[in-house]
């Protein structure tokens, strides 16, 4: 990356950031570098030799494309000498390991529900009640509640599916969570209207 810009906090990102590399090396080979897409601008050369999908061999001018090994004294690649001052990353005060103050676990939840075809949506309700169904009943409790979080038709249906109701107040077993783990997405359709999931009412529960 360009020093100065860096990976927003989203989840998914942070996660598939960790898993590029490997993932290209199982879906294409270790060639994936040499795919146009994935290529570097100016050329480089490498003692990779062979495998799936080689685009050609990485030889620099004059390399003897015969040795793929160093040091050697028959004409095979020598490390480039440092260009300039290595990276040196100024870091002050302590590096530390903490939660993310802005946590946000039911927006994308929310919006991919929403962005999917009528279809779609009908499909994962029907997957999730068949699978939930053979759950305990605080199980499901849990799982109504974040799907409410995230989308309140989303809850709604899967509620319907189960032949229960949204819960109206955070189940016991979630308690232990931090407010802001359960903070939920400010879309208005992940409540009810005129009424919150926090209060019994919103389910017409008494």
Request: with cysteine; charged share 20%; proline share 9%.
């Amino acid at each position: 990356l360009v020093d100065g810009l860096d990976f927003s906090d989203d989840k998914l990102l942070q996660g598939r950031t960790m898993s590029y590399s490997d993932t290209q090396r199982h879906r294409v080979g270790a060639n994936y570098l040499q795919l146009p897409i994935n290529a570097p601008r100016s050329p480089v050369a490498t003692h990779q030799r062979g495998g799936n999908m080689a685009y050609a061999v990485d030889v620099a001018p004059g390399q003897n494309p015969h040795v793929n090994y160093e040091p050697s004294s028959l004409g095979g690649l020598r490390v480039a000498p440092a260009a300039g001052k290595a990276h040196m990353p100024f870091a002050g005060g302590p590096l530390v390991r903490q939660s993310l103050p802005r946590q946000n676990n039911y927006q994308q939840a929310g919006e991919r529900f929403r962005a999917f075809e009528p279809w779609e949506r009908d499909e994962l309700v029907s997957n999730l009640v068949n699978l939930l169904a053979r759950c305990p009943d605080d199980i499901q409790e849990r799982m109504l509640w974040h799907f409410s979080r995230a989308d309140r038709e989303y809850g709604q249906r899967v509620a319907s599916g189960l032949g229960r109701a949204v819960p109206g107040r955070l189940p016991e077993s979630l308690t232990h969570l931090r407010p802001e783990a359960l903070a939920e997405s400010t879309h208005p359709d992940t409540q009810p209207r005129g009424d919150s999931l926090e209060s019994p009412s919103a389910t017409g529960q008494h």
